[in-house]
């Protein structure tokens, strides 16, 4: 899965396919979209609703949900890398955004934990 936002945090810009997800955007350097800040606030408030969403970012926005509460469960193997990079990286590095998602997508909190885990695991 090529991410361009969290997945979100996957910050992601997927597809879903029967057995997976397919990225309708291939190509996306994930690593100069977490580089560029504000490349990243606008994924960011796509996510929050607080910006317009460029076509990934649609797509990240609404597959999040289901990533964050399956752990990435119909991921490939390169897909579930990306995702934990995305993870990682928001949560080391912009706390406050990370939380702000957390709380539109899981208010309660309840599968934050997990999913960290999940993401901090090799």
Not at 28 to 52: A, H, M, T, W
Request: a positive charge.
């Amino acid at each position: 899965m090529q991410v361009s936002t969290v997945v979100l945090l996957a910050l992601a810009a997927c597809a879903a396919a029967q057995l997976g997800y397919q990225s309708k955007y291939p190509g996306v350097d994930i690593d100069s979209i977490l580089s560029n800040q504000r490349v990243l606030k606008s994924y960011i408030n796509c996510f929050l609703e607080k910006g317009p969403c460029t076509p990934q970012g649609r797509e990240g926005k609404k597959f999040f949900p289901e990533i964050y509460n399956t752990n990435c469960g119909k991921c490939s193997d390169d897909q579930k890398e990306m995702v934990k990079k995305v993870v990682k990286a928001f949560y080391s590095k912009r706390k406050e955004d990370w939380g702000k998602i957390v709380d539109k997508f899981d208010p309660d909190h309840k599968k934050e934990k997990e999913f960290l885990n999940w993401a901090q695991s090799s």
